[in-house]
């Protein structure tokens, strides 16, 4: 069983059409960190394929509850939550026709939000991962008058 788990349309590359899913949790409550895509055949069967990892890279964080989202080839997984309570979560890229993740560790929310101001299906996602550019804005330390 998987729940939790984050799933994609890919529109471009070598994945196109295929519906890929990223992540989840198991019954026995473990972060997964796999990658898999559904695809259909020109004779209409349907069938679920594993997406590689390039041997000897670095592999993707294990997570559930997280959000994914195609920009082009590239499969950007976002927040969630990992095996290991307070975990920082960061942002994680999967480069469909390399093959390779990357780690993003030192971007910031905001740099992310300008980043992908001209995408707004991504700018959707970020808002509700990681909260809107006014919430984030707002001081806890500012008084009102």
Not at 71 to 80: A, C, F, H, Q, W
Request: proline share 3%; charged share 25%; glycine share 8%.
């Amino acid at each position: 069983m998987r729940a939790y788990h984050s799933a994609a349309l890919c529109t471009l590359g070598s994945a196109t059409g295929m519906m890929v899913t990223f992540g989840g949790r198991t019954a026995d409550q473990s972060a997964l960190k796999d990658t898999w895509g559904l695809r259909r055949h020109r004779d209409g069967r349907w069938d679920w394929v594993k997406a590689p990892y390039k041997a000897g890279l670095e592999e993707p964080l294990a997570r559930y509850q997280h959000s994914t989202i195609f920009v082009g080839t590239l499969m950007l997984v976002l927040g969630g939550r990992t095996n290991t309570v307070g975990e920082n979560v960061q942002l994680e890229v999967y480069e469909t026709e390399s093959s390779e993740w990357r780690k993003f560790n030192s971007i910031m929310k905001l740099d992310l939000m300008e980043l992908f101001q001209k995408v707004p299906s991504l700018v959707q996602k970020l808002e509700q991962t990681i909260g809107s550019k006014n919430q984030r804005s707002r001081s806890p330390n500012t008084a009102s008058s």
